[in-house]
């Protein structure tokens, strides 16, 4: 979807004035933000686009999102992280000509909270470096973010890929819960291996590294009857959580180790690379977990 606003305003000596001809437009593909810069001034342009960090962070990005309806909501998303060290890259956009950057809007917003839901939004995007190269620029999109297809009582999706998948988590709030989502980067669907559905739902291709030898690994799987696996299918930009009690399960006899009681940095690996009418691959996602 594409929405074209763009506004660029100039802070001067003497006065502001608007000047249409620096200005931005942006679009959304799958659950990703595309803004692009236009130049048609009559000289080059050069201007930050982002901060190259562990992950891509964009400090002068900021958005908006509001649900579509009635009673719509808004959150604010902010693309900044901790980081350690960090460098400013540079556009130079010719007379002319533009440039675009892409940002996925589902990981930064769990990094800032609750996941994005599927669903249509409204989205305010400003993009502030007036503080540097006086440029303020104004646009806004709409969002769609689209549901996973449960297969668990329909017949088995069984698209193969081995690229386009992201492994998304993070801990629930103080609690002993980590939510684990499945996320679809690519262009087109994914047909995922999501779970094992018996008496509980169960994994086979998912662990948590709890720091390596020091804390150990918990598997997400335990002595089962009748259980079946279920594919889920992932449009563009589809995400398919599910939450795990690790209390409940480091305490299982499969796993039998102590939480620690502390700060560590986990590690979230999905292994479906034995899988041969799915999703074929093996993602990881790194995330901080204080265990009460």
């Avoid at 917003?109 to 996941?115: C, K, S, T």
């Avoid at 889920?232 to 939450?243: D, E, F, I, K």
Wanted: negative net charge; hydrophobic residues 45%; charged residues 15%.
């Amino acid at each position: 979807m594409r929405i074209i606003v763009g506004l660029l305003l100039l802070p001067t000596l003497a006065a502001a004035e608007p000047a249409p001809d620096f200005s931005i437009t942006t679009a959304t593909r799958g659950s990703a933000l595309i803004v692009t810069f236009h130049n048609q001034t009559h000289h080059a342009i050069h201007i930050p686009t982002h901060m190259f960090a562990d992950v891509l962070q964009y400090d002068w990005l900021s958005v908006t999102v509001t649900t579509r309806g009635t009673h719509g909501t808004s959150r604010a998303l902010s693309f900044v992280t901790a980081r350690d060290k960090s460098y400013p890259v540079f556009a130079d956009i010719a007379i002319g000509k533009s440039v675009t950057e892409t940002i996925d809007l589902v990981p930064w917003a769990l990094r800032g909270g609750e996941p994005l839901a599927p669903g249509s939004y409204e989205l305010a995007v400003t993009w502030d470096t007036s503080t540097s190269s006086h440029a303020k620029l104004i646009a806004a999109a709409q969002l769609v973010i689209a549901a996973p297809i449960d297969h668990q009582h329909d017949a088995a999706c069984t698209t193969k890929a081995t690229a386009g998948l992201e492994l998304l988590a993070r801990q629930v709030g103080k609690t002993a819960v980590i939510e684990v989502g499945l996320h679809n980067v690519s262009t087109t669907e994914l047909c995922v291996l999501d779970r094992i559905v018996a008496n509980e739902t169960q994994s086979d291709w998912l662990a948590l590294d709890l720091g390596g030898l020091e804390h150990g690994l918990i598997h997400f799987d335990d002595a089962r009857k009748k259980a079946g696996p279920v594919t889920v299918t992932l449009p563009p930009g589809a995400t398919s959580w599910q939450r795990w009690d690790l209390a409940a399960w480091a305490a299982r006899k499969r796993n039998a180790i102590a939480l620690p009681h502390k700060a560590v940095w986990a590690t979230a690996v999905y292994d479906s690379s034995s899988s041969a009418s799915s999703f074929a691959g093996r993602v990881t996602t790194s995330f901080s977990i204080a265990l009460p």
